[in-house]
């Protein structure tokens, strides 16, 4: 029913038809090449295909839901848990789906067990799981990208943001609460007291109130700290896939930061509407996803332009456990908020450019 639907309100495109398929519904058999080449050579190809993020805005749904309904957190919980896994039986069981639902389910576990959630701790359990059921898939390209992926979030760039990224979003929050500083972390305390200033400041000049002041000042915060968050979260995943993006497909991309932070939001952007779409079979909402789709397939072309024409050989084997002792490494000084975080990471980037640069036979 809900292909059908999809091929009323995009009858007559071939494009948007068998794009929209496979971003919701995980039918890629209209899905042409040529119109994902771009994706794939500049890195958010798996914004497109279906994966965790379709699964996050489904279970999303249940829990706005149920929040509105006034619903404690156990049924809210159950509940998005049974949409997910019915969201992913429904697409055919794609293993990238059921791996999203299966992450989603063991924090649902530890919500109704009442124990704290480590993104680390929870994709050891799936992999394990996965593991378990299916040995082979240890050596299987799509597996390592997934969980190589989300551990550059969890051991990575979670660690960065908690340091560095969040005092600041905690600073420009409180900016309008009045004395919240022994609430406040001493760093997220510092920054405000800075901002504050600036604000009486940017007041004594222009002569405006101080409270409109901090209100653009908190305005400018959210999507400076969003576009921050986001590019730190790409940088890490650029930087831990960079291996086995050399290793099956002899190349890196360089673009791919950029490329990320535009394609990504708008990708997710197009879900809500894709599927109030195939919900009601009206044209409005379907022509904003498509829209939207539009845009971040002309950014990746965009990107595609700019991309270098880079062809990296197969690394020794000694540079790869040097580059992943060495990311270990500042993993560990990051978690410990030790002195030798910033040179485990230089020496890691090192390494990297040297893998890439180096013309090994």
């Known amino acids: 029913r809900g292909l059908d639907s999809l091929d009323r309100v995009y009858s007559g495109d071939d494009y948007a038809r068998g794009m929209m398929r496979g971003l919701l519904l995980g039918d890629g058999s209209g899905i042409r090449d040529v119109w994902t080449r771009d994706w794939r050579r500049t890195g958010p190809y798996h914004a ?10 489904v279970t999303m749904l249940a829990v706005l839901w149920l929040r509105f309904a006034r619903a404690g957190e ?9 949409l997910g896994w019915a969201y992913a039986l429904l697409c055919g069981g794609h293993v990238p789906v059921l791996r999203a639902a299966a992450g989603f389910t063991l924090y649902a576990c530890a919500r109704l067990l009442y124990r704290p959630t480590r993104l680390v701790n929870l994709l050891g359990a799936a992999a394990l799981t996965f593991l378990a059921c299916a040995p082979e898939e240890l050596f299987d390209a799509s597996f390592q990208l997934t969980f190589l992926s989300v551990a550059a979030v969890g051991a990575m760039a979670m660690p960065l943001t908690l340091r560095w990224i969040e005092p600041w979003r905690a600073a420009f929050r409180s900016l309008s609460r009045k004395n919240v500083e022994p609430f406040l972390d001493p760093r997220a305390a510092s920054i405000r007291t800075e901002l504050l200033l600036i604000a009486q400041t940017i007041s004594a000049l222009f002569r405006c109130p101080v409270a409109w002041a901090t209100l653009a000042l908190r305005a400018l915060g959210s999507p400076v700290y969003y576009c921050l968050r986001m590019i730190l979260l790409s940088a890490c995943v650029q930087v831990l896939l960079a291996i086995p993006m050399i290793i099956y497909f002899h190349r890196l991309s360089i673009s791919g930061l950029t490329a990320n932070l535009i394609v990504i939001p708008l990708v997710f952007s197009a879900i809500p509407f894709g599927f109030a779409a195939i919900a009601t079979h009206w044209h409005f909402p379907a022509m904003i996803a498509l829209w939207m789709l539009r845009c971040a397939q002309w950014t990746a072309s965009a990107h595609a332009r700019w991309e270098p024409k880079l062809r990296v050989p197969d690394p020794p084997l000694a540079a790869l456990v040097v580059f992943f002792l060495l990311l270990a490494c500042f993993c560990a000084a990051l978690k410990r908020q030790s002195r030798w975080t910033l040179p485990a990471a230089l020496a890691a980037l090192a390494v990297l450019a040297l893998i890439v640069v180096h013309p090994f036979p």
């Open 48 to 57: 497109l295909v279906l994966s965790g993020s379709q699964i996050t805005f």
């Open 74 to 82: 156990r049924p809210l919980l159950i509940c998005a848990v049974a």
